[in-house]
């Protein structure tokens, strides 16, 4: 594998958003020369999608996700998404990233729940296709099925990409489908009409906090140059997101320096 192109790199913000709000993370970025960011929505609207809009292009950036939509077994999930495909719109976002939700509350109905995910995000796509926002399903890992998302494989989220058609695909998270048997094939599956997201971080031995204990590149087991490999031989030619929730150890560095190994761990071991 040659090494990764650094255009490539994008900034999640969750990476850095115990210190630093939205608009810091895009100083951040050119500063660091970090050419791609993906926001999440509560720093967003702390911000203002207006002074977000101009600040993101006043430095040249490309808004690789919005983080994000989904939530469909929730209270509430149509106005909210249709707002997340609104801002995703204003941004230019390359895609509203969807959490879809995990078990109906109160339920043990995996099935049904899964089911009402798919009405949810048929229920949102024409609007998306509309406003011109690729859908991305991100599929979580199963540890995550009852509260957050219960699609919890790539293959699961592509039959559902194929159910619906156009306008929808998925997010390919490291952290979430390293461990499958079946990521090479799923990934070639979806081609590169169907990735539309790529976030990369690191999967700790041992892991001390199933939501917030993500590695930084090159500290884990992840193979990255091999899933990066199964990426563009499927045609993916977008960004590398870091995406690195860590309340034990990054939340808790200078965003400075963070992002400065962001860069250097892109270049040696992604
Ligand atoms: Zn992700």
Not at 128 to 140: D, T
Not at 154 to 183: M, S
Not at 193 to 211: E, F, G, K, Q
Request: charged share 25%; hydrophobic share 45%; with cysteine.
């Amino acid at each position: 594998m040659s090494a990764p192109d650094p255009a490539k790199l994008s900034l999640n913000t969750a990476t850095i958003r115990e210190k630093w709000g939205l608009a810091q993370a895009i100083e951040g970025c050119a500063r660091h020369g970090i050419r791609g960011i993906a926001p999440w929505r509560d720093q967003l609207a702390a911000m203002g999608v207006k002074e977000a809009v101009r600040a993101i292009k006043a430095n040249g950036l490309t808004v690789t996700g919005l983080c994000r939509g989904g939530f469909f077994t929730a209270k509430h999930w149509k106005d909210d998404n249709r707002r997340a495909i609104e801002e995703a719109h204003e941004l230019g976002a390359r895609c509203l990233v969807l959490v879809v939700g995990g078990l109906i509350p109160g339920s043990k109905d995996l099935l049904g729940s899964r089911e009402l995910v798919k009405e949810g995000i048929a229920a949102i796509l024409p609007e998306a296709r509309k406003a011109g926002v690729p859908l991305a399903i991100e599929p979580l890992h199963p540890m995550q099925a009852a509260e957050r998302a219960c699609i919890n494989t790539l293959e699961q989220a592509l039959d559902i990409c194929d159910q619906l058609g156009n306008g929808i695909g998925v997010a390919v998270d490291v952290y979430h489908v390293w461990w499958d048997p079946k990521l090479a094939q799923q990934i070639a599956r979806a081609g590169k009409d169907r990735v539309l997201a790529y976030h990369i971080c690191d999967w700790l031995v041992p892991t001390r906090d199933l939501l917030n204990d993500r590695g930084m590149m090159g500290d884990g087991v992840v193979d990255l140059p091999k899933i990066r490999g199964m990426m563009e031989r499927a045609g993916y030619a977008g960004s590398h997101e870091v995406e690195i929730f860590s309340k034990l150890d990054w939340w808790q560095r200078d965003p400075d320096e963070v992002l400065a190994i962001c860069k250097d761990r892109h270049g040696k071991v992604t």
